[in-house]
């Protein structure tokens, strides 16, 4: 079983300092889960993510289930043997990628029936279904099997995917066989605060051992989804984890630590690496740049990671350029270092009870950064919301799995 | 300057145990260099190479001489410092990447011009360029510029590009300026084994801190590289390293060694892993075969490697068909351990007086292997062939760097 426990609570807020302790090891929170979608983050193995002190990645069911097969997972004694790592193990219940990648996605109550992204093999997945797989890959912590509706939608539409979550929570929490497994569920209710409160108390009274906030970070303005937490998360028992899933970036950290998360995932760090961007103390570096072409001085020379201590941004920007495999794994090496050490910053803050403090400078920074950074001002998440502005006028959610 | 020490002969034979001395270490020989073209082993790091063993690697002047630029180089301080390795360097002049690579190449005695390969752009290669460009990388060995000729070709024109090369030879000879550069003349001669003696005498009399042995390995019968190599060897001054280059695949190592050859470089331990091609000690293992699936066993049950040791091959088989870049870097590792193991194994044996024994166990064991094998019947070479033929009807040399 999953054991939570909260060492300390900032005097001036939600922030909590905790710990997360399962059969694979001690999770200090708040943590940030690297995203392994296929049983491995890109380019970068388990011992890797043991050295930048990661003690819990997350896996995708959706993926897993389709290649190589949890069946197969399963004989192989489960994802942890299967793909080396030592540390704990989260799987997404597969509702988000079967809502953002599948093809034909219908939906009734009994559960969800959907073409497979690779190949448009038929497949139905029901919320019993969605345990018997996170069952058979055998992660720490599993998680419910959630509808996921793309924002905007229609309020009658979010509350029937509302109340279809829940009620498929209430399946899932009732069709577990394992015991050994945390159960975290899901509240969704798009941008409505009034439904998500909804969604939030109905959960509890189903009884989880970790609440989700889902269907967040698909486009929305950062206000919507601070409203969203705001309203969430004093609805939640202060006693079990919190997970924001799918976020985020750097100060969506923080601003979710403020309002009581402990968990979140994102792909942003692997992913924006292998786009070559970079994440340093004074905004971000976008590696490809000309200007980087003959800079012999470290991605971030604040930064203590291998790949600063090692490697010229002259280097990284020829690797860039040539499209060599090394480049990426370099750049997610210190894109992963700076979203581990960022945590590790909160979590002392929390600890020494400067967490308000640390916000307020942590925002100051970046502002005050706009013509003394490295590259441009930092603008982190413009990119990411332009993107997937784009997803949502399709109907569809961003695909976050990688 | 770079020293060559040998430090035992093998009686029955020309293999030699030796030490490569340079400003960047210390090469026990025989010895395989990984390549890294663009300055990186494909997905390898240095503090991989390093914990692997390797001390010597070789890195393309043709393909640095394009990206980033030899100059852009020299300023970052040279190839060890811009790329962070701290072992020695070998580089290769580029003669092979200009006859197999480039477009429109057009040999004079004055030079090579030729467009690149990557936006056909202009460029010319005289004998004294490759020197200022070797020189500007910094490597601790450079290479003469020579002229390479597809086999089979007639002999008036292997006999004129033998000519050529050794003019060329003796004219970066003059042209270097540098003198802690170690620079190695390059014997040609196609597979006409009067050429090869005529070539080599002619180089020793120019003399060069080392010889290497070029133009083989291009689809011809290994039968014909080995008549090569006992033409050509004996011609060559036994105090000087010598190099086959571009060679080549485990048992080529093993005859080279036998013939006295003390330096190799090839792409397959790196290229043939990226394509799912595991060397093992009783044959190959093609990871992509559905047999693995479920196989819970390690690449081969008899090697230590850090890959061996953590993954199962049901694992590497699932990152191979979904493409993840882990897989391809785990295979390399693995395979890149397998010749340094490889070329350990044939040290000790020199050093034990017992290298003929070893290598008629070697080709034993591989023989043996059919049927019992873990894979098919060990055939090494035959895809490789068969692709270096198909490159040779078309009049190219098979593209080497990577």
Not at 284 to 301: M, Q, S, T
Request: proline fraction near 4%; aromatic fraction near 8%.
């Amino acid at each position: 079983m999953v054991g939570f426990f909260i060492q300390k609570t900032d005097l001036n807020g939600l922030a909590r300092r905790g710990e997360l302790r399962t059969a694979h090891g001690t999770i200090e929170t708040p943590a940030f889960m690297p995203v392994g979608s296929l049983g491995t983050v890109k380019g970068i193995g388990p011992d890797d993510l043991q050295r930048l002190g990661y003690r819990l990645i997350l896996n995708n069911a959706y993926h897993l289930y389709l290649r190589p097969g949890h069946d197969v997972v399963a004989e192989q004694g489960g994802l942890h043997r299967f793909t080396s790592w030592p540390g704990a193990i989260l799987t997404d219940s597969g509702g988000f990628q079967v809502f953002s990648l599948a093809k034909l996605c219908k939906v009734t109550d009994e559960g969800v029936t959907f073409q497979s992204h690779l190949d448009g093999s038929l497949h139905h997945i029901t919320p019993e279904r969605a345990m018997e797989i996170q069952e058979a890959l055998g992660a720490d912590i599993i998680m419910a099997f959630d509808e996921c509706v793309p924002l905007p939608s229609l309020r009658e539409k979010v509350l029937d995917a509302v109340m279809r979550t829940n009620r498929w929570a209430r399946r899932c929490q009732a069709a577990r066989r394992r015991s050994d497994q945390a159960l975290f569920g899901i509240v969704q209710g798009g941008r409505d605060p009034e439904l998500r409160v909804q969604a939030a108390r109905d959960l509890v009274s189903i009884g989880f051992d970790g609440y989700a906030v889902g269907g967040l970070s698909v486009g929305e303005e950062k206000s919507v989804m601070h409203r969203m937490l705001d309203a969430t998360v004093p609805e939640l028992p202060s006693t079990r984890p919190r997970y924001l899933m799918g976020v985020g970036m750097p100060e969506d950290l923080v601003e979710g630590v403020a309002r009581g998360i402990d968990l979140f995932d994102c792909v942003v760090p692997s992913r924006h690496g292998r786009t070559g961007w970079l994440f340093t103390s004074s905004g971000r570096v976008l590696i490809k740049n000309a200007r980087y072409r003959r800079d012999e001085g470290p991605i971030d020379p604040a930064c203590r990671c291998s790949v600063c201590t090692s490697y010229s941004r002259a280097y990284l920007h020829h690797l860039f350029l040539v499209k060599e495999m090394l480049g990426l794994r370099l750049n997610t090496l210190h894109n992963l270092f700076y979203y581990a050490s960022l945590t590790q910053e909160i979590r002392r803050a929390i600890e020494e009870g400067t967490f308000a403090s640390f916000r307020q400078e942590f925002h100051a920074k970046r502002a005050s950064v706009a013509g003394m950074t490295i590259d441009d001002p930092f603008d982190g998440e413009g990119e990411n919301v332009t993107v997937a502005r784009g997803e949502r006028a399709s109907g569809k959610l961003l695909p976050r799995g990688e």
